[in-house]
C-alpha cells in the first residue's frame, strides 16, 4: 500500500513541473491511512494517525497529556498540534504536523476543519500554517483556508508521540 501511495505520489508530483517544491525535509513518515469511509471529527483522527491515547474534547487534550506525554511549544513530524477553544472552536481542535516547512511554518493534516458543508468530516492533508505569535512560540498561529491565511487562533502547542516515563 505504501508504494502505491508513494507511486501516486511521484506521478502527482511530475504534474507539478515548474511549480516551486518545498524544501526537503527527512523526517518520520506518518501512517498512511485510506479517507475515512464516513465523516470523521478531529479528536479520533489525530487519535489514530498520532497513535497518543487521549479522550475528550480537543481542547482539553494539552492538560490531559501531562505525565503522559511530551509536550513543548516547538512543532515535530507527528505531534499533535492543539488549538484552544474560543467562540469559533468551541471545543479546541487538533491536527497532526506532517513537515516543518521552516520556523514559522509547517504542514498539518486535520479532519473537521471548516464551515463548509463540503468540509465537514473530510480530512484534509498537508494544510499550511503559519506562526504568527509575539513571542515566536506557536500560541497563535493562522490557517490556510482556501484561499488565505484566516483569522488567528490560539494554541497551547503540541503533544509529541512519545509517553513520559513518570505517567501518572
Not at 24 to 44: D, G, I, N, R, W
Not at 57 to 82: C, I
Not at 155 to 164: K, L, M, Q, S
Amino acid at each position: 500500500m505504501i508504494r502505491a501511495f508513494r507511486g501516486l505520489l511521484l506521478v502527482a508530483l511530475a504534474g507539478c513541473a515548474g511549480q516551486p517544491s518545498a524544501p526537503t525535509v527527512t523526517e518520520p513518515e506518518l501512517a498512511v491511512l485510506p479517507p475515512p469511509p464516513q465523516p470523521m471529527q478531529c479528536v479520533p483522527y489525530a487519535r489514530q494517525v498520532s497513535g497518543i491515547d487521549l479522550r475528550g474534547d480537543a481542547w482539553t487534550w494539552w492538560v490531559k497529556a501531562e505525565g503522559h506525554y511530551a509536550r513543548g511549544k516547538k512543532p515535530r513530524a507527528g505531534a499533535v498540534l492543539v488549538f484552544m477553544k474560543t467562540r469559533t472552536l468551541p471545543l479546541g481542535h487538533l491536527s497532526v504536523v506532517t513537515r516543518i516547512i521552516h520556523a514559522r511554518e509547517i504542514l498539518i493534516t486535520h479532519a473537521n476543519w471548516g464551515s463548509a458543508p463540503d468540509a465537514r468530516g473530510r480530512v484534509t492533508r498537508d494544510v499550511r500554517v503559519i506562526d504568527v505569535s509575539p513571542g515566536n512560540d506557536w500560541s497563535e498561529l493562522r490557517v490556510w483556508n482556501g484561499g488565505d491565511f484566516g483569522k488567528a487562533y490560539p494554541a497551547a502547542g503540541f503533544i509529541y508521540p512519545v509517553a513520559t516515563t513518570t505517567g501518572a
